[in-house]
């Protein structure tokens, strides 16, 4: 099996700072996703970023893909207090997860 | 229902009580997720149903554990013989796979286990 580790484990930042966080993977996937989770509840699926791809976009959110270094990053533009959650990856078939960024955005 | 449903959301029993979990996944997902997430920890992985091939339970941490998946659609996770450290989260996923691909996974709202 294999899972993806984020990095850093918690990161603090004010409204309106971008927000990144790392993923680290060590055997080839098909696809890497990344979710979020609030209040220790579901999660909720942000973006999925194929192994052909480098770099994705939806609304705030820019994943990039580097194969070669297997690692992929997570970047939140002008971040808002409601974007406070833990952020978690995810690789390609297993499906197992790290143990997440815990994000915090102060108003 | 339209998302994947779980039940019960809460549960609360006695050292040494079996319990069961249920998740409904939404209709016409072959891949089924069981995780265990403790108080500010991580996913844990549990099982892995794909389709009617044998499930993945490399994840599951006894054999007071086991879980099934009857006709290809809800599936039940026991825990025979609860201990205090089985008290967690139980979340349920489940996702479109195919062709060694697998999609999003929608997750339920997840059982919450407290066991005295």
């Known amino acids: 099996s294999q899972q993806g580790e984020e990095d850093p484990q918690a990161l603090s930042i004010q409204e309106g700072e971008n927000a990144t966080m790392n993923c680290s993977y060590k055997t080839s996937i098909n696809n890497l996703q990344w979710y979020r989770q609030n209040s220790g509840r579901g999660l909720v699926h942000l973006i999925l970023i194929r192994s052909n791809e480098r770099e994705k976009h939806s609304g705030r959110l820019r994943v990039t893909l580097d194969t070669s270094k297997k690692s992929s990053s997570l970047l939140i533009t002008a971040s808002r207090a409601a974007d406070t959650a833990s952020y978690f990856c995810?690789?390609?078939?297993?499906?197992?997860f790290g143990a997440g960024t815990r994000l915090t955005v102060k108003p | 229902g339209a998302g994947v449903s779980q039940s019960p959301s809460n549960k609360v029993t006695e050292k040494g009580k079996d319990v069961e979990l249920r998740c409904d996944p939404i209709s016409g997902h072959t891949a089924l997720y069981w995780y265990r997430q403790s108080l500010g920890q991580g996913l844990e992985f549990l099982i892995y149903f794909q389709g009617n091939s044998a499930p993945d339970k490399s994840g599951l941490p006894s054999d007071r554990f086991s879980a099934e998946r009857t006709g290809g659609s809800v599936s039940t996770l026991t825990i025979q013989r609860t201990q205090q450290e089985d008290s967690a989260v139980y979340l349920c996923a489940s996702s479109f796979r195919g062709q060694g691909n697998t999609g999003e996974l929608f997750f339920g709202e997840g059982s919450r286990l407290t066991v005295l």
């Open positions: 995810a690789i390609s078939y297993d499906m197992r």
